[in-house]
């Protein structure tokens, strides 16, 4: 929704109409509650944050928020996640729903793990 690539996650969550930011300032509170030592940027032109590789991104939309946690994470969610649109990488949360916050703290988890795992796996290649 923002007109240009904003610089910072305060940038492009300031440039959101205010009936959306409610919804995006949760949703970012959630993820850093959740992972605080991941690094928060704008990848792709959206929030996103990395922690051992990239974790989990989000984007303000006309009517809803996006959710990108990856395709493993929503495989693995599917059942929790069927109230909800999603493709292949994405989840979408309706302005107006409640954020299933319990349901997106354990997705960053399940990414943190993710990360963790294949970070192993790279240093024990390595040797």
Same mark, same amino acid.
């Given at each position: 929704m923002a007109a240009s690539k904003p610089a910072t996650v305060?940038? $492009? *969550? !300031? +440039?959101?109409?205010?009936?959306h930011l409610p /919804?995006?300032? %949760?949703?970012?509170?959630? *993820? %850093? %509650?959740? &992972?605080?030592? !991941?690094?928060? +940027? *704008?990848? /792709?032109?959206?929030?996103? $944050?990395r922690w051992n590789g990239p974790l989990v991104?989000? &984007? &303000? $939309?006309?009517?809803? !928020?996006?959710?990108?946690p990856g395709p493993d994470a929503i495989a693995a969610f599917a059942e929790e996640l069927s109230a909800f649109q999603t493709?292949? +990488?994405?989840i979408q949360f309706p302005y107006g729903c409640e954020l299933p916050l319990e349901l997106i703290k354990c997705m960053v988890q399940y990414r943190m793990q993710q990360n963790l795992e294949k970070q192993a796996g790279k240093k024990k290649r390595n040797l």
């Amino acid at each position: 929704m923002a007109a240009s690539k904003p610089a910072t996650v305060d940038v $492009y *969550i !300031a +440039g959101l109409p205010p009936e959306h930011l409610p /919804w995006l300032m %949760q949703l970012r509170h959630t *993820i %850093q %509650q959740t &992972a605080p030592d !991941a690094e928060e +940027g *704008i990848f /792709w032109s959206m929030p996103g $944050y990395r922690w051992n590789g990239p974790l989990v991104y989000f &984007a &303000a $939309y006309k009517h809803h !928020a996006g959710f990108y946690p990856g395709p493993d994470a929503i495989a693995a969610f599917a059942e929790e996640l069927s109230a909800f649109q999603t493709s292949k +990488g994405a989840i979408q949360f309706p302005y107006g729903c409640e954020l299933p916050l319990e349901l997106i703290k354990c997705m960053v988890q399940y990414r943190m793990q993710q990360n963790l795992e294949k970070q192993a796996g790279k240093k024990k290649r390595n040797l």
